[in-house]
């Protein structure tokens, strides 16, 4: 009886304690995501989702003529940036703002510009890994 008590209390400790932490990076490993689009602003793209709410127009005209350098004015670039992919809006975390503005300064394309990024969609925002600009 000595025995077994010595022995499955250490057991269930193990057991209770690694399961979880495997469960936990498979998870992790699972919910990345890849997600192809434009990159804009989030102050344009918010004047862009209100134009196409309004007047029902194709958000990818303005996309399309949206400058690298408005994505980079302190007033628009404060705010973020949002990615439009296949239809659908995704606000990246801090990191990935960070992250975008530093291919906003390094691209050397003024308008359209098209990228690729890995990360998880959680909370309402895009929490970005990786983002690399897509030659067209």
Known sequence: NRF????IAPVFSLFFTAVPTL???Q???KALESYSGYLIDRSCAAQIKMDNM???VDPMGAINKHTRHCSLE???CEAGYSLYSQGKWFDLDPKGNEMAKKLFEASKKETGQLFK???VFKRNEL???NI?????
């Open 127 to 129: 929490r970005v890994s």
């Open 4 to 7: 077994s008590n010595k022995f």
């Open 23 to 25: 469960v936990l990076a």
């Open 74 to 76: 302190p007033s628009c």
């Open 117 to 119: 990024i890995q990360g």
């Open 132 to 136: 690399a600009e897509v030659a067209k």
């Open 27 to 29: 998870d992790a490993a």
């Open 54 to 56: 309004r007047q029902h």
